[in-house]
Nanobody, 122 residues
Framework: QVQLVESGGGLVQPGGSLRLSCAAS????????MGWYRQAPGEQRELVAT???????DYADSVKGRFTISSDNAKITVYLQMNSLKPEDTAVYSC????????????????WGQGTQVTVSS
């Protein structure tokens, strides 16, 4: 069974930094990309950043220059370094693995983590 486990969320003051991690497990042997999404109360879930297995990255305009996504393919783990955090970055951050192929199961599917709360407040 595929699991994505996030860690690293918490409470931080404006201007501070946090680093999120997301480790995937469950006999995954191939995937297209991993990414981070966030959802604030009363808002739609939005893309924060993605990274393909080959290392190409994409960011939401609101986080460009402040957030950096990286990954360790051998560990099937994705990271999100968040600097210069703002109160509007407050949300539940969830990681995603896109089009993952799993041993013993045909096809490719997307999987999601449970999410980790990030709160930016003084």
């Amino acid at each position: 069974q595929v699991q994505l486990v996030e860690s690293g969320g918490g409470l931080v003051q404006p201007g501070g930094s946090l680093r999120l991690s997301c480790a995937a497990s469950g006999s995954i042997f191939s995937w297209n990309a991993m990414g981070w999404y966030r959802q604030a109360p009363g808002e739609q879930r939005e893309l924060v950043a993605t990274i393909t297995r080959r290392g190409s990255t994409d960011y939401a305009d609101s986080v460009k220059g402040r957030f950096t996504i990286s990954s360790d393919n051998a560990k099937i783990t994705v990271y999100l370094q968040m600097n210069s955090l703002k109160p509007e970055d407050t949300a539940v951050y969830s990681c995603n693995i896109e089009k993952a192929a799993v041993r013993g199961r045909g096809g490719r599917y997307d999987y999601w983590g449970q999410g980790t709360q990030v709160t930016v407040s003084s």
